[in-house]
C-alpha cells in the first residue's frame, strides 16, 4: 500500500477554509490478505475509491474491475480489499466548503458509481498519485483538478444516458418482479435492444440493477430497523424469504441475519 498526504496533519481531518482541498490519495496492489478498514462514524471528508482490478465490499456492496464508491463526510465506513491475483484499487480524499456543491451537481452520492470511462479513470488516478510520490511542483493544483476530472467522468455517464437515468428511477422505484418488456415498450425499444443498451450504460442488465436496488433498499431496513427478516423480504418485493436470503448473500457476501449483526 502507498499513500501520500498533502498536510503533516491528522488524515482525517477536513480543511473546509478552501474551496476544494485533496487530503491524500493513493494505492493498494497485490494485497497478501484481505484488508478490512472500520470507521463506524465514518471520516470529515469525502472518499472515492476505484477498484481498477480486484473486487472492493464496500458498506455490504460487491463492487468489481471499473467501479467504484464514494464515502460522503459521517458516513458510516466498512469495506474489503479483497486479496485477488493482479488487483489494483486507487482512492483519494478531499473536502473543502464547495466539495458537497461539485459532489451533488455530478448526480454522486454516498454510493457504488459506475464510471463512463474505465481507462481515463485508472489513467487520472495514475497522474495524482505520481505527482505525489515524485514530490511534483504544483501537485496540490494538479490533484484538484485530476478529482474534479475523475467526478466529470460520473457527470459525463448521467448526462449522455439520460434515458437511461429515468429507467434506472423506475427499476429502483419498483418494489415487485420488473417486467423489462414493459419498461421497453415506455422507452420505444424492442426487449432486446433495451437490455443490451442498458447493460452498455450501466454495466449490468435492468433486471439485476433492479435486483440490487431491492437489495440496498433491504440492508437499509435491516441497519435501521428492528422488522424480521420475512417482513423485509416482503417489503422488498421478494415472495419466497429463501429465495431473498440466497439473493442477498450473492450480492453481499453475507446472509440477512450476519449483515444485520454486523451493521445494525
Known amino acids: 500500500m502507498r499513500a501520500f498526504f498533502a498536510k503533516e496533519t491528522t488524515?482525517?481531518?477536513?480543511?473546509?477554509s478552501v474551496p476544494f482541498f485533496i487530503n491524500?490519495?493513493?494505492?493498494?496492489?497485490?494485497?497478501?490478505h484481505d484488508l478490512t478498514v472500520s470507521r463506524p462514524r465514518g471520516r470529515e471528508d469525502y472518499q472515492i475509491i476505484f477498484v481498477?482490478?480486484?473486487t472492493l465490499i464496500a458498506n455490504g456492496t460487491e463492487i468489481h474491475s471499473g467501479g467504484a464508491y464514494i464515502f460522503e463526510?459521517?458516513?458510516?465506513?466498512?469495506?474489503?480489499y479483497r486479496a485477488e491475483n493482479k488487483s489494483m484499487y486507487y482512492w483519494v480524499h478531499f473536502c473543502g466548503y464547495e466539495s458537497r456543491k461539485i459532489v451533488e451537481s455530478c448526480g454522486a452520492k454516498g454510493s457504488f458509481l459506475s464510471i463512463s470511462d474505465y481507462a481515463e479513470t485508472e489513467r487520472t488516478f495514475r497522474l495524482m498519485v505520481t505527482a505525489?510520490?515524485?514530490?511534483?511542483?504544483?501537485?496540490?493544483?494538479?490533484s484538484v483538478g485530476c478529482v474534479l476530472s475523475l467526478l466529470a467522468l460520473i457527470t459525463d455517464k448521467t448526462t449522455k444516458g439520460s434515458p437511461f437515468r429515468r429507467a434506472e428511477q423506475q427499476l429502483r422505484n419498483c418494489c415487485d418482479d420488473v417486467k423489462i418488456s414493459r419498461l421497453a415498450e415506455n422507452f420505444g425499444m424492442s426487449e432486446a435492444?433495451?437490455?443490451?443498451?442498458?447493460?452498455?450504460y450501466n454495466g449490468v442488465t435492468p433486471r439485476a440493477?433492479?435486483?440490487?436496488?431491492?437489495?440496498?433498499h433491504a440492508k437499509m431496513?435491516?441497519?435501521?430497523?428492528d422488522m424480521r427478516i420475512g417482513y423485509i423480504a416482503e417489503a422488498c418485493g421478494f415472495s419466497d424469504a429463501l429465495y431473498f436470503s440466497r439473493a442477498f448473500k450473492k450480492i453481499t457476501g453475507s446472509s440477512p441475519r450476519d449483515y444485520r449483526r454486523n451493521f445494525g
Open 221 to 225: 431496513l435491516l441497519s435501521s430497523t
Open 11 to 16: 488524515p482525517t481531518k477536513a480543511d473546509n
Open 193 to 200: 435492444h433495451f437490455i443490451r443498451s442498458f447493460k452498455s
Open 52 to 54: 481498477s482490478r480486484g
Open 73 to 80: 463526510p459521517g458516513q458510516k465506513q466498512e469495506y474489503i
Open 132 to 142: 505525489f510520490e515524485n514530490n511534483i511542483s504544483g501537485r496540490e493544483l494538479l
Open 209 to 216: 440493477y433492479a435486483l440490487m436496488c431491492r437489495i440496498e
Open 24 to 32: 491524500n490519495c493513493g494505492f493498494y496492489r497485490n494485497p497478501e
